[in-house]
């Protein structure tokens, strides 16, 4: 594609085919994403695009894994001396060669002898025949298609100006000043020269648009050391299987997701987490391909590889985004669409304005309406929003920020209040059991029965009773009965005892006494930032234990940038109003909505989307309806897969930083969309009717155009220096 009015084309031929719901074409990317029915025949939507005067071929959307994309990646660079960049610098060179003595001659001599412009005809021909014919050749496509796209005006524009001056050149009779005057050889090679290297500085400055998805998909190594028998086997990377044990020295990298089996170590994640702290691993944790082992000897059970691997999927993901296509982008394709009918008006009213109504010379006239062909340009609009969108999902991805698809960015452009999950999200996740009370018997006793209790429960907290139990060596048993009770608490058959364990509200409905003294304790210990817990054994309150979960690192800094951006921090968690009031208060956080169910979370989103956008951070099963309802989701990387499917944004780490870093991102790059269009719409306002005023040579006017989809690109690529708050 040359321009964006060829979008829209593409977009039309591939929807007519039968069975495509629908079409959406990327001019940044130029790529299709195609949405059909099972029946629909893949092959007829590479013959709907190439019947609209294109070349294409079917991308799979679906890589199989990282490694294919590699080969891909070094196919097209090793292809690259005989690919379109190549060949657009060869017409560049040769057009340079012969234009530049052209231009010379023209201005060195005037009026110019007969031999001069023989010889402008001469050097000027090539150029516009040979080195624009991919100009003509795509305008006579359009023509054919009743269409008219950039290569059109420029078609016309060049080959006016050359038809012109080969028709005076023959016919003009006279002195060589009145044969001078007639011809413009120079000036439809300028025009073909300067747009060849406009196109070129364009063609080089998208290449590095990919960066970031080339960067991501080199991270995959070539090999992995399995350990078969015994023994050490270097083995192709694309050949490891789910199952194999493979051996990971300190500074290679991890072939694929697996599980620590043997070892201990430091692996540096920054890669694709954007954080730069090496994260301890030990047997049982889990480790991801592509990511660096640091320093000890380990052993890695695999447990995807390919196209289920954490790093195939990001890529898999950023391309999608980048590929998207923004709210605003949809009315710039339909402008763009008809921009080059307008101009072709404009520029047919300007000739004969000059000529018929102001009487000024048939030569003039036609410098004139070319100059407004030449001019304009709907590259610049067609490029100002997927470029921006292309470099800033791209770096997003380098700082850890997967962003799902461009509508996200302008949501999250426009955010006023970002609730956040406590548990995991502002604090570490972890909680420990840091007192454990049994108002009648052994402590040792009834901390086996709790613990024996939550063994049934995934919850955070029950996952720290049973830790601590463990590590005191006491013996966890499996409940014979087991009920989990939204919100409030669990109740369990433990050997021959009944037992209820959870908050004041659970043993307030079961008839179960709390003492004055028990309350005005536990009140003590929530001050303290503490979870408290009650237990009741046999139908009576027996003890309570509290846990503690310690604030993530950069909580406090994270939240002090979200208000920074004028946006309101609010803590939303099930934990009571003391507790989470004195944890909020640590990070800076004024505003908390405590004691909430998970099924109430979506409530409270709506509640606070009364006043504005609204953005949910969380990372459990519980936050995905609240996620659902949020303008927009935010899931932290370590959580679960379903609370990361349902958000617009995943951060890979854990760090909170990435929250403000996602959202001081979509600013940046919605500010440069605008500044882009800006330009683009400013561009276009301003210089065709300079044109049409004969304010402007063609020459200039070539220039200008040639270099306003460049600023567009270079403007757009200044997102790739986007500083991360986390990086060190």
């Known amino acids: 594609m040359t321009c964006a009015s060829c979008v829209r084309r593409v977009e039309k031929a591939l929807s007519r085919v039968s069975g495509v719901a629908t079409a959406e074409v990327n001019y940044a990317t130029e790529r299709a994403l195609v949405h059909h029915g099972v029946d629909l025949a893949v092959g007829s939507l590479v013959q709907a695009v190439e019947d609209a005067g294109y070349h294409a071929h079917l991308t799979p959307s679906d890589r199989k894994s990282v490694e294919e994309a590699d080969e891909s990646e070094q196919g097209h660079a090793s292809l690259d001396a005989f690919g379109p960049l190549a060949r657009q610098l060869a017409n560049l060179k040769l057009a340079l060669v012969l234009t530049l003595p052209a231009v010379a001659i023209s201005m060195l001599w005037h009026p110019r002898p007969i031999w001069a412009n023989l010889l402008l005809f001469g050097l000027t021909t090539p150029v516009v025949a040979w080195c624009g014919r991919d100009f003509f050749i795509n305008a006579w496509k359009s023509l054919r298609h009743f269409t008219a796209t950039m290569d059109t005006l420029i078609a016309v524009g060049a080959g ?10 023959l016919t003009v009779s006279g002195d060589a000043h009145h044969q001078s005057e007639h011809i413009y050889f120079e000036t439809g090679a300028a025009i073909v020269t300067l747009i060849l290297l406009g196109r070129y500085l364009e063609s080089r400055s998208k290449s590095r648009m990919s960066a970031a998805i080339q960067k991501l998909i080199g991270l995959s190594p070539k090999t992995a050391t399995r350990w078969v028998d015994g023994q050490e086997v270097e083995t192709p990377i694309e050949q490891v299987q789910v199952g194999d044990l493979v051996r990971v020295r300190p500074g290679e990298k991890f072939a694929a997701d ?4 043997e070892g201990a170590s430091f692996a540096d994640e920054s890669m694709l987490t954007g954080e730069s702290a090496p994260v301890s691993k030990s047997v049982g944790d889990p480790v991801t391909g592509a990511t660096l082992n640091k ?7 695999i447990l995807r590889v390919g196209k289920d691997t954490a790093l195939a999927q990001i890529v898999r993901l950023v391309e999608r985004a980048q590929g998207s296509k923004a709210p605003v982008q949809r009315l710039t394709d339909q402008i763009s669409a008809v921009f080059v009918p307008i101009v072709i008006l404009i520029a047919l009213g300007t000739f004969l304005y000059w000529w018929l109504a102001v009487g000024i010379d048939l030569g003039t006239a036609t410098m004139y309406a070319v100059t407004v062909l030449v001019i304009a340009c709907p590259c610049a609009l067609g490029l100002a929003t997927p470029t921006a969108i292309m470099v800033g999902t791209g770096r997003g991805a380098e700082m850890g920020v997967l962003i799902k698809d461009a509508t996200v960015l302008e949501t999250a452009g426009r955010i006023q209040t970002v609730l956040l999950d406590k548990t995991g999200t502002i604090t570490q996740g972890e909680p420990r059991v840091t007192d454990f009370l049994a108002f009648e018997g052994e402590e040792i006793e009834l901390l086996a029965l709790v613990a024996s209790t939550e063994s049934g429960s995934e919850h955070p907290i029950a996952e720290a009773v049973v830790r601590a139990a463990k590590e ?30 959870g908050t004041q509200l659970l043993m307030s409905e079961r008839s179960i006494e709390v003492p004055m003294a028990v309350a005005t304790q536990k009140t003590t210990l929530e001050d303290q930032a503490k979870t408290v817990v009650l237990v009741a054994q046999d139908g009576k309150l027996a003890g309570l234990f509290a846990v503690a979960d310690v604030e993530a690192e950069h909580s406090a800094q994270a939240i002090s940038m979200i208000r920074s951006m004028n946006i309101t921090p609010v803590m939303v968690t099930g934990d009571n109003s003391g507790t989470a009031r004195a944890v909020a208060s640590r990070v800076g956080i004024h505003e908390v909505e405590s004691e909430v169910l998970p099924s109430q979370k979506a409530e409270i989103v709506r509640k606070h989307q009364v006043s504005g956008q609204v953005a949910m951070v969380g990372d459990g099963i519980n936050d995905a309806p609240a996620l659902a309802q949020a303008d927009l989701g935010i899931a932290i990387g370590s959580g679960t ?3 990361i499917e349902t958000a617009g944004v995943t951060l890979m ?6 929250v403000p870093d996602a ?6 790059t919605l500010s440069t969309i605008r500044w882009n269009l800006a330009w683009a719409f400013g561009y276009n306002v301003a210089m065709i009717p300079l044109a049409a005023m004969g304010n402007l040579s063609p020459m200039l006017a070539a220039a200008a155009m040639a270099f306003s989809s460049v600023s567009v690109v270079l403007n757009s690529l200044r997102l790739r220096r986007f500083p991360s708050s986390r990086e060190s």
């Not at 320093?295 to 059970?301: I, N, T």
Request: proline share 3%; no cysteine; charged share 20%.
């Open 160 to 169: 006016a100006a050359w038809v012109y001056s080969t028709v005076a050149l």
């Open 258 to 261: 697996g599980v620590v089996v």
């Open 295 to 301: 320093s000890g000897l380990l052993l890695v059970e």
């Open 472 to 501: 005191r060596n006491l013996p966890v048993s499996v409940p014979s009965r087991f009920l989990a009770l939204e919100g409030r608490g669990v109740e369990a058959q433990v050997g021959d005892h009944e037992l209820l364990i």
């Open 641 to 643: 897969d379903v609370a």
């Open 653 to 658: 780490g854990s760090d909170l930083r990435g």
């Open 663 to 668: 959202i001081r991102l979509a600013r940046a």
